[in-house]
Nanobody, 122 residues
Framework: QVQLVESGGGLVQPGGSVRLSCAAS????????MGWYRQAPGKQRELVAA???????NYADSVKGRFTMSRDNAKNTVYLQMNSLKPMDTAVYYC????????????????WGQGTQVTVSS
């Protein structure tokens, strides 16, 4: 059974940084693409970043240049390094395992973590 567990969220001041982690179990982790999504109150869940099994990442325009997604296959973990945080980044962040790419965009699969809250506020 696939399990994804996110961690690393919390309260951070504008301009600050935080690193999220998503640990996977129950799958051949290194074979799958993964994505980070976020959902703010009253808004739809949106793709923030995705990474291929080979380690190539891409990002939403709103986070490009500020966020970096990476993976450590030895630890079955993906990371989202978030710098220069803004209040608009406040959301619950979710990781997704096993999605595919359509027209260059990551399409999620059924495996989701429980989410971790990131609040950017002074």
């Amino acid at each position: 059974q696939v399990q994804l567990v996110e961690s690393g969220g919390g309260l951070v001041q504008p301009g600050g940084s935080v690193r999220l982690s998503c640990a996977a179990s129950g799958s051949d982790f290194s074979s799958y693409a993964m994505g980070w999504y976020r959902q703010a109150p009253g808004k739809q869940r949106e793709l923030v970043a995705a990474i291929t099994s080979g380690g190539r990442s891409n990002y939403a325009d709103s986070v490009k240049g500020r966020f970096t997604m990476s993976r450590d296959n030895a630890k079955n973990t993906v990371y989202l390094q978030m710098n220069s945080l803004k209040p608009m980044d406040t959301a619950v962040y979710y990781c997704n395992l096993g999605g595919t790419y359509s027209s260059g965009s990551y399409v999620p699969y059924k495996y989701w973590g429980q989410g971790t809250q990131v609040t950017v506020s002074s």
